[in-house]
Structures are given as C-alpha cells and as structure tokens.
C-alpha cells in the first residue's frame, strides 16, 4: 500500500513538471531563427517604480500605435501574475540592424501630455519580452538639478530607444534596451506636442550557451555578499534549535524523569502523595476541544497547504521556477491545491470521527470553505479594486471561470472523496488514561501566563529563527529582488518547523503544570502567531526598502547593457 501511494506521489510530482517546465513560449517555439526572420517582441506592463503591485497595460498610456497589435494567448499563470502581452510595435528581425528608425509620428494632446507628464513623475518603467527575455526600461526622466521647488522641475519623455542583442548562432541570448537621454521630449507644460518616436537595433556574437542565458537574472541573489547573510540567517536559527534542544532535554530530564520515577513505584505509595501540576489534570488533558468542527477543519486544511508547500518546494528544487518562467509559481500554486484536497478532507473529517463527531458532512463543507471563503472575499475586494483603476491584477472574467470551474470539478470531488474515506477510516481515538466526567477547574493564572503573552513568546522564537529569509522573500514578492536560492529558504524551512515544534512542547508542558487543561486552541494559536509576526515584518519593512529599489533597478539596468 505504501509503495502504490509513493508511486502516485511520484506520478503527480513528474506530471506538475512536465506541465510547468513547458511553459509558455514565445512565437519561435525551439528560440531557434534565421537572418531575417522576425523575433517576437511583446510589450507587457508599465508601472510605477516603488509600486511594482501597481501595474497597467502598456498601451495605457499614449504609446506609439501601429494598428498591427494583437494579444498574446496567455496561460493561467500569467494572467494571475498580472502579464499582458501584446506585441510592441517595434520590429526586431534576427541579426538585421536598423539605425535610428522612425516608429510612427503623432501629435500628443494636452490630456496625453499631462498622462505622460504624470508617469514620469511616478517613476514609470516599462516591461516587454523578447524572445521570453525580460526588457526594462524607464519611459522618461525628471530634470531637479539646481532646483528645490517641485514647481520648477522638468520632466522629459524618452523617445529613442537602442535595443542591444546579444546572440550565439541562431539563438538570441540577451536583450537590453537603453533610452537617450540626447532624445526627448519636453512634458512640462500643458500644450500640444509632435513626437517622432524612434528605435535602434545593434547585434553581437557572444559565446555564452542558450542553457545558460537566464543565468544572470538570477545572479544578484547568488552573490557573495547575499550568501554571506543567508549562511549567517542558518547558522543562527541552528544555535536556536541548539538551545531549545538543550532547554526542552533539561525539562525532560529533570522534571519528568523524577514523575516517572514516581508513578513506576508501587501504586499504594503513589496514592498517599498529593498530585500537582500536571499529574493533577491528568484526566482532563484528553478532553475534546471546544468547537471540534472547526478545529478538525482547520487541521485538514493546515495539512493540505504543508503539503501544497513540500511540493511547491519540490519543484523549487528541481529548477522549475527559474527567473521569468512567467507565471509557472500561480500556476503550480493553483493545480497543487485543487489535486490536494482529498487530502484536507481525509484529515479533517477522520480526526472529527476521532473526536466523537456526528455530522461530518458539515465538518467537511466547513473544511473547503475555510480558506477558500476568506481568500475568495479577499480575491473579490482587490480586483474590485484593480477594475476600478484598469490594473493588469484585474482578473478577466474567463479567468475567474476557468478557476471556479477546477475548484468545482476538481477540488470539491477530491475533497468529498477524501472525506469518504476519512469517515470509513475506523480509526480511534485511543488516550493513554481515562477522561474524567467532569472537568475540572482551572485556577487563575499570572498575566503572563494568559493567551497573548503566550502568543507572544511562541510567536517570537520560530520568528527569529526565519526574520532574514523573510527579507528577501518579502522583497521578491512585493519588490524588484530575484529569488532563486530555494535550498537555503528549504533549510530554513526545516528548521522552522523544528523550532516550532519544540516551543510548542515547552509551552505545552509548563501549561499543563499550571493545571490549565485547555491546551488544544492554545498550541494551535501559539504557532499561528508566528504569521502574525511575518505580516507585521512585512509592514514595517515595506518603507524600509522603497529608498533602495530606484538604486536596484538603475543598477539591474546597467548590468542588462554590459
């Protein structure tokens, strides 16, 4: 049985490769051309720098329109990841170069100006694909040299822009794009404007293999320096497992080996000692928990996303999710998720039979609708939102269907037959000594014994443990950093787990020895609260970083034109 089941695992992880190391390409299917022929480029989003969440269609603002452009078909992927292709109107033929050619010329009126005039104020950068490499470029510059007055800047609007190829054979290796700063157009006051928009093609040999052309995407994370701090995060949260390894040996060895001692007497002798701390509950310890629906519920569902993250980790590790590979994370994130769902069910609904509970197929509608209610009211509130301002994060309405109907017609039948087989299970719950009738009560307890400050310290270990990697994740999903070390972020992932499982037993224990039997929601809120933590790392850091990505971004381009 357990080798038919490892072999299914298998099964699902190779079909989740293939699907998602398949991903979209662009229009050359094997990137491989002949002189002449035309590379495709798509032009994908512009936004504000130091918002990279706030991103809009390219063609937004008043870009030159040849009437030739069309939508690339995207994947779910990508269209979760906020990509909206459409081909640019620039023309880049493999090795034939163009000097100085004249894209369209057109009158810009003062509302054009002015939309212009407000992007380059905001810091707008341009995204586009090139043979499914990634281009930057900011759309313009602001003149405040010598001046103080935000009423006396200039803003300028690029109009020339020198792509810079890079190919080995027949393949094309790098792409970067530079803006002249010789060439621009004055945004500055509300008037009618002639831009003649123009592009320069250059193309050079490089000896660099196709294999290896995402490399430097990925680079910047791998420095040195940047490995330096990872290390030290491990090397840290290792002398955290270390000390709580020896906290938790000392109690185990002190404290409870004495007890066992103890009770392996005769039974008389035990009986004349007067029981306390923990030994005094020993009754009430196995107690089933109040709102057991729920619990059970949120159980199933933590196990579904540990397992969602084991093999998002997997994949992570057999180099799936490389720099760029558009929108192949949302989409694993997406079909993991519906094909574990069996999983939620099978788990919450055997521990809800476990705890004596009778309507298991409410505890198992409870269970699909526990995290998928909240994200779902979430979901309607943002891109409600990104509507209203036309954002890329606007989900279309095809792409809503096609989501409700996987959770339909995957999800929810995995999730029913997951919790048929937890109710058939006939699995018991067998406690090592007998729940008495009547619980007993718990005496009060100091303030910092109470369910915050508990919260607190459990919270705060495991936190300490992870707070560097959450640095640079946080920066790679709400700012302009890469993330690629996946085997460091699986380590610390481990030992995350570790520290969390120790401070749990520790907390639990001296709970017990306070003669507080009500340990079950009080664990289950003590690990969360490491998240809590997360999300307030997150606020605070988000302020922190907006002052180094117009450095980051300057700096990536530099390295793009090398």
């Known amino acids: 049985m357990g080798r038919s089941r490892s072999s299914t695992l298998l099964c699902i992880l190779s079909i989740l490769i293939s699907l998602l190391t398949t991903h979209v390409r662009s229009d050359g299917s094997d990137h491989r051309y002949k002189e002449g022929d035309l590379v495709p480029l798509y032009a994908n989003k512009v936004g504000p720098f130091h918002n990279p969440s706030e991103t809009y269609r390219y063609f937004d603002l008043p870009f030159c329109v040849t009437g030739h452009e069309r939508e690339k078909t995207e994947a779910l992927g990508e ?21 100085s050619t004249v894209v369209c010329r057109r009158k810009l009126t003062k509302e054009q100006v002015a939309q212009f005039r407000e992007a380059v104020k905001k810091d707008y950068y341009f995204q586009m694909y090139y043979d499914d490499l990634p281009i930057w470029g900011f759309i313009g510059t602001v003149d405040k040299e010598g001046k103080t007055d935000p009423s ?5 609007l690029y109009k020339h822009i020198q792509f810079d190829v890079l190919y080995n054979k027949d393949r094309v290796i790098e792409i970067s794009a530079r803006m002249d700063p010789h060439s621009v157009v004055d945004l500055t006051e509300d008037k009618d404007i002639d831009v003649e928009f123009m592009y320069t093609v250059k193309w050079k040999e490089t000896d660099t293999p196709f294999e290896k052309r995402m490399e430097k995407y990925s680079q910047s994370s791998s420095l040195p320096h940047h490995l330096e701090i990872h290390w030290f995060s491990i090397i840290n949260s290792c002398v955290t497992v270390l000390l709580l390894t020896g906290f938790l040996a000392t109690i185990l060895m002190r404290v409870l080996k004495n007890d066992f001692m103890k009770y392996a007497q005769d039974e008389e002798a035990a009986d004349d000692q007067e029981e306390t701390g923990w030994k005094y509950i020993h ?7 109040k709102y057991k629906s729920l619990f059970a519920a949120a159980l199933g569902s933590g196990t579904q996303l540990f397992t969602l993250t084991i093999f998002i980790f997997m994949l992570a590790l057999v180099g799936v999710f490389y720099p760029y590979n558009r929108g192949a994370l949302f989409t694993a994130l997406v079909v993991i998720y519906a094909l574990t769902s069996g999983i939620a069910g099978y788990t919450a609904t055997s521990f809800y039979i476990q705890l004596e509970g009778s309507n298991w197929v409410r505890n198992l509608l409870l269970t699909g609708c526990l995290f998928c209610g909240p994200l779902f009211l979430m979901f309607c509130f943002l891109n409600t939102v990104a509507i209203a301002y036309s954002a890329t994060a606007a989900l279309p309405f095809g792409t809503i269907l096609v989501i409700v109907l996987i959770w339909t017609l995957v999800t929810s039948p995995l999730l029913v037959l997951g919790g048929i087989a937890g109710k058939n299970s006939k699995t018991e719950f067998q406690a090592p000594v007998r729940t008495t009738k009547y619980p007993r009560e718990i005496p009060p307890l100091p303030w910092y014994r109470s369910t915050i400050p508990q919260m607190a310290m459990a919270g705060f270990l495991p936190f300490s443990a992870i707070y560097i990697e959450l640095y640079y994740i946080f920066a790679s999903v709400w700012g302009h950093r890469i993330y690629t070390i996946y085997s460091i972020l699986f380590i610390v992932f481990i030992i995350l787990l570790i520290v969390t499982a120790f401070i749990t037993v520790a907390l639990t224990y001296f709970q017990l020895a306070a003669e507080d039997h009500e340990w079950w929601w ?4 003590d690990v969360g609260d490491v998240e809590e933590m997360s999300i307030a790392r997150k606020i605070t850091q988000q302020d922190g970083w907006k002052d180094h990505q117009l450095e980051e971004l300057v700096g990536m381009l530099h390295n793009q034109g090398k």
């Open 522 to 525: 009080r664990q289950f809120k």
């Open 79 to 99: 269209v979760l990841n906020g990509d909206r292709l459409v081909s640019a109107p620039y023309e880049l033929k493999f090795k034939k170069e163009k000097d």
């Open 152 to 156: 006396e800047y200039k803003y300028f």
């Open 283 to 289: 009754g009430d310890v196995f107690r089933f928990p």
